[in-house]
């Protein structure tokens, strides 16, 4: 299946290899993940006004999808929703500073609510692959970030020097 933003510029991973064959997987993953979700209930402007054309969840899974694809600013987001389109939905005649003051205004509470669901959806998907014999004795499991273990080395030899 291709998308209309499978013509954006590819991710680049940390060795400088691009790798459009993953992006497009979790791409497709993503659309169909999010094709599944209930669209927010009618939420209106805080003012009198028109109605809003974009609905929360497209631009939220627009930003994801930039996210993605290594884009760093708002204006991609723009331009994957008004120029591009994102998967099957219109494109939407906005504005890039219509996008600007909604992702500002917005907050993160509609954002959060996507990871929530998306987050549920990839538990359910993933668990049968789980492997739960790697240690029978742990109840779980949990990985450690390299970059904050740097830090509390620097910082222990800092104490140490004292």
């Known amino acids: 299946m291709n998308t209309p933003t ?18 497009g997987d979790v791409e497709k993953f993503l659309c ?22 974009l609905p929360a969840l497209c631009l939220w899974s627009g930003l994801l999808v930039c996210v993605l694809k290594g884009f760093s600013s708002q204006l991609e987001v ?8 994102l998967w099957s939905y219109p494109l939407f005649g906005v504005s890039d500073e ?16 996507l990871f929530s669901q998306i987050t549920a959806l990839l538990h359910v998907r993933l668990t049968p692959y789980g492997r739960q014999d790697l240690v029978p004795w742990a109840q779980e499991v949990f990985a450690l ?18």
């Open 6 to 23: 499978d013509s954006l510029a590819p991710v680049v991973n940390n060795a400088g290899v691009a790798a459009p064959e993953l992006i």
């Open 32 to 53: 169909a993940a999010i094709s599944q979700l209930e669209p927010e209930p009618g939420v209106r402007p805080p003012h009198a006004g028109r109605p809003r054309i």
């Open 78 to 85: 723009w331009r994957l929703l008004n120029v591009h389109g």
């Open 98 to 113: 219509a996008i600007y003051k909604r992702m500002a205004a917005a907050g993160t509470s509609a954002l959060e609510r």
């Open 145 to 162: 970030d390299a970059t904050t273990l740097d830090q509390v080395a620097g910082a222990a030899r800092v104490a140490r020097r004292r």
